[in-house]
């Protein structure tokens, strides 16, 4: 008795696995902007704890830990108001997540911050 793969079964298996890397591959993808979005906010939440105050001094902080991630936000997209005692930061952007030439998806991003 012969035992071990056929030349089918190595066909299956590498093509079972070229689909495991493709849709890791997507799945990483689409994580990373997410990634930065919670880093942003986590990051935001920080520097208004740590007592920064006045807009400008707000949104340079925001944008030095947005280049940090390297995420393109415009400066006019960074709004910040302050409510009585209360801060509250918001900030829009988009990112493109690309597959080569075949396929792209733009994901647009919302953060609200209150301090």
């Known amino acids: 008795m ?3 793969i056929g030349r089918d079964g190595f066909i ?3 093509a ?3 689909i495991f890397c493709l849709f890791l591959y997507v799945g990483l993808s689409f994580a ?3 990634l930065h979005y919670y880093k942003l906010s986590s990051n ?3 520097l208004l704890e740590i007592g920064v105050t006045g807009d400008a001094a707000i949104k340079t902080g925001i944008m030095e830990l947005a280049e940090d991630l390297n995420i393109q936000i415009p400066k006019e997209n960074i709004e910040v108001t302050k409510r009585g005692r209360n801060i509250v930061v918001s900030a829009f952007w988009s990112e493109t997540v690309k597959f080569g030439d075949v ?3 733009r994901l647009d991003f919302e953060m609200v911050e209150k301090y």
Do not use: E, I, S, V
């Open 2 to 4: 012969k035992y071990g």
């Open 12 to 14: 299956k298996g590498f």
């Open 16 to 18: 079972w696995l070229l």
């Open 32 to 34: 990373r902007p997410y």
């Open 44 to 46: 935001t939440q920080n």
């Open 103 to 105: 396929y792209q998806k």
